[in-house]
């Protein structure tokens, strides 16, 4: 799918609302731009399909160490990069 929007004098605009059905985004939702070889990505903040379904299984400390990581691999996806 694709769509196309414009980007107001203030650098907003708006996610079609196709989108934002499909993936669940909400007003007050915080979405994260990604910067990378290929151009912008787009993704809501938080979003992490199957995560839940993996931590079934695990101890409370194995969930507790993949979160943390996880976190650190969100956050590094968050920064902006020159390298990216």
């Known amino acids: 799918m694709s769509e196309t929007t414009r980007v107001t004098d203030k650098g907003q605009t708006t996610i079609p609302k196709p989108l934002r059905e499909k993936y669940g985004i909400e007003p007050g939702d915080e979405v ?3 910067e990378g070889e290929d151009g912008i990505t787009l993704r ?3 979003d992490l399909p ?4 993996a931590a079934e299984e695990m101890t409370e400390a194995e969930a507790r160490t ?3 990581r996880l976190k ?3 956050d590094e996806l968050q ?3 020159l390298h990216r």
């Open 32 to 34: 994260v731009w990604v």
């Open 44 to 46: 809501k903040k938080g």
């Open 50 to 53: 199957n995560y839940g379904a």
């Open 66 to 68: 993949v979160s943390t």
């Open 72 to 74: 650190e691999d969100m």
């Open 79 to 81: 920064r902006p990069s």
